[in-house]
Nanobody, 125 residues
């Protein structure tokens, strides 16, 4: 059974940093895209960042460019999201996603086959 387990969320102040981790088990995703999405109350789920199977290509949403960095460790079957200079508008539940069909850094939820349970990130002003 495939599982994606996120960790690293929490309550921080504006300007602080957090590092989210997503550990996959049940199969390897080393050749496939993985990504981070977020959903704030009353808003649609949006793509935060994604990374290609090779790790060579990444995508970032406009609101996080220059502040967030996605990376992956294929040996550990894990993807990370380093979040710096956090803002109150970054407050959301963050979801990890993994694809079994695409290898590029996909930005649409439909490209992903597996999802984590989500981890809450709250940024106070």
């Amino acid at each position: 059974q495939v599982q994606l387990v996120e960790s690293g969320g929490g309550l921080v102040q504006a300007g602080d940093s957090l590092r989210l981790s997503c550990a996959a088990s049940g199969r390897t995703f080393s050749n496939y895209a993985m990504g981070w999405f977020r959903q704030a109350p009353g808003k649609e789920r949006e793509a935060v960042a994604s990374i290609s199977g090779s790790g060579a290509h990444t995508y970032y949403g406009d609101s996080v460019k220059g502040r967030f960095t996605i990376s992956r460790d294929s040996a550990k079957n894990t993807v990370y999201l380093q979040m710096n200079s956090l803002k109150p508008e970054d407050t959301a539940v963050y979801y990890c996603a993994a694809s079994l069909r695409v290898s590029y850094a996909a930005r649409t939820p439909s490209a992903y086959d597996y999802w984590g349970q989500g981890t809450q990130v709250t940024v106070s002003s």
